[in-house]
């Protein structure tokens, strides 16, 4: 069963690591970097550490997946 990620928990200004975002939705770490590596999940920038993730980034990224589901 899919899990239901709640879009209206990120702030759009805001940048988040893997880590925050594991714990905005209540997930395992590995499932932010799997969404960067394999499924399109844009980052701020490439090669830099740690990784950031723009909340208007990952809000649409969570917006597009539930689409892909309907």
């Known amino acids: 069963m899919a899990k239901k990620y ?3 928990l990120i702030q759009i200004k805001e940048s988040y690591s893997p880590s925050d975002v594991a714990k905005l939705f209540n997930i395992e770490k590995k499932t932010p970097l799997r969404w960067i590596k394999s499924e399109g999940l844009k980052i701020i920038e490439e090669g830099t550490c740690p990784l950031l993730i723009m909340g208007s980034d ?8 539930r689409q892909k589901r309907k």
């Open 58 to 65: 990952l809000k649409e990224f969570i917006k597009n997946k």
């Open 6 to 8: 709640n879009a209206n």
